[in-house]
């Protein structure tokens, strides 16, 4: 399977809990993205990556959230001290230069 | 004001008619145009990409951009109950997508 893929599917953990999710892309794109998504909404998104630089971080994005791409590869979003808030569906997307956004999954978390 | 403006629905149709979704957009510098299904609980997928004005066909799916109204469409054709999903469009200037809040649709056997 060559698609985006995202580790794990769902995730429960305790208000207070550190969560961390992994996203691998389409090999051959260099573009990652992060979104969320609550009911009946639209991803919004979170953090944009070309290789390994982090190039936009949305306001969303506070500071208990951290998302790397050490090798330009895979990439992981970490929640620090989760809070009842952050349930939600965690997307991972990749593309290449010409903006065809592929998305995997996702993670859903419950923050309980 | 949003970027992006989709009708929510939810919209309900017998099957074999022919659906119409649109979305609304604030920023000329959106030049590319997505559509994407999503079904309960699963990532969005991809089903239609352009990026000028005009249709682009593609089986029963058929996008519309229309730039300078700064209007996009999906049309399915000879809509099924398999096509019961929520349709979100997408746009991009640049680097960000945008996205409306989705589409709610329900085709009725």
């Known amino acids: 399977d060559t698609g985006v893929s995202q580790d794990p599917r769902h995730k429960i953990t305790k208000r207070g809990q550190n969560v961390t999710f992994r996203c691998d892309p389409i090999?051959?794109?260099?573009?990652l993205y992060w979104y969320r998504q609550t009911l009946g909404q639209g991803p919004e998104f979170l953090t944009y990556?070309?290789?390994?630089?982090?190039?936009?971080k949305s306001r969303l994005l506070s500071d208990r959230f951290s998302a790397e791409r050490p090798k330009g590869s895979f990439s992981t979003l970490e929640i620090q001290r989760t809070e009842q808030g952050d349930s939600a569906m965690y997307l991972c997307a990749s593309s290449t230069d010409t903006g065809e956004l592929f998305f995997g999954e996702g993670s859903r978390l419950t923050v309980l | 004001q949003k970027e992006v403006e989709q009708d929510p629905g939810p919209l309900s149709v017998p099957e074999g008619a022919i659906v119409s979704l649109n979305c609304t957009y604030s920023?000329?510098?959106?030049?590319?145009f997505m559509w994407y299904r999503q079904y309960s609980r699963k990532g969005p997928e991809l089903l239609m990409y352009?990026?000028?004005?005009g249709n682009k066909e593609d089986g029963r799916f058929t996008a519309q951009v229309d730039k300078s109204s700064k209007y996009i469409s999906l049309f399915i054709r000879d809509s099924q109950p398999s096509d019961s999903a929520t349709y979100l469009c997408a746009m991009m200037p640049g680097n960000q997508f945008y996205f409306g809040t989705g589409t709610s649709l329900t085709v009725i056997p």
């Open positions: 352009t990026y000028s004005s």
């Open positions: 090999s051959e794109h260099n573009r």
């Open positions: 920023n000329s510098a959106f030049q590319y």
């Open positions: 990556f070309q290789n390994e630089a982090q190039l936009e």
